[in-house]
């Protein structure tokens, strides 16, 4: 993994000038990260797909996460003219953006659980 530089004396007068926190305002809700992460492996899903694939997560909290991730531009609702209707959520240019940040996390979980196996 590469070294990332952070500048011990960048101060920001309040968080929301902190990148770090602008960030996390937008993606740091629970399920967020996996909600993407089911986009960039599978472009088109659907919401029982989604729902699927995220054991745990609520159809109501889902739900209020998709409807987040579109206000933010991070992904779009394509409704299809069906019988019956197919609605699918697909990544955005700047949803595509974030593929770096869950790769990232991705390598640093496959070190934890190399330094910590499951028992």
Same mark, same amino acid.
């Given at each position: 993994m590469? %070294? $990332?530089?952070? %500048?011990?004396?960048? *101060?920001?007068? *309040?968080? =929301?000038?902190?990148?770090?926190?602008? =960030? @996390? %305002?937008?993606?740091?809700? /629970?399920?967020? $990260? !996996?909600?993407?992460?089911d986009?960039?492996r599978?472009?088109? /899903?659907r919401?029982? %797909? @989604?729902?699927?694939s995220?054991?745990?997560?609520?159809?109501?909290?889902?739900?209020? /996460? !998709?409807k987040?991730?579109?206000? &933010?531009?991070?992904?779009?609702?394509?409704?299809?003219?069906? &019988?019956?209707?197919? @609605?699918?959520?697909?990544?955005?240019?700047?949803g595509?953006?974030?593929?770096?940040?869950?790769?990232? !996390?991705?390598?640093?979980g496959?070190?934890?659980?190399?330094?910590?196996?499951? /028992?």
């Amino acid at each position: 993994m590469p %070294d $990332i530089e952070l %500048d011990p004396s960048e *101060t920001f007068p *309040t968080y =929301a000038f902190c990148p770090v926190m602008t =960030a @996390l %305002d937008v993606i740091g809700e /629970r399920w967020v $990260i !996996l909600i993407l992460r089911d986009l960039l492996r599978n472009p088109a /899903r659907r919401f029982q %797909d @989604l729902q699927a694939s995220l054991k745990g997560c609520a159809p109501s909290t889902l739900s209020t /996460r !998709l409807k987040a991730l579109e206000a &933010h531009g991070l992904i779009e609702r394509r409704m299809y003219e069906q &019988h019956p209707p197919r @609605l699918e959520y697909l990544l955005t240019a700047k949803g595509r953006e974030v593929g770096p940040v869950v790769a990232s !996390l991705r390598d640093w979980g496959l070190l934890l659980q190399a330094q910590n196996p499951p /028992r």
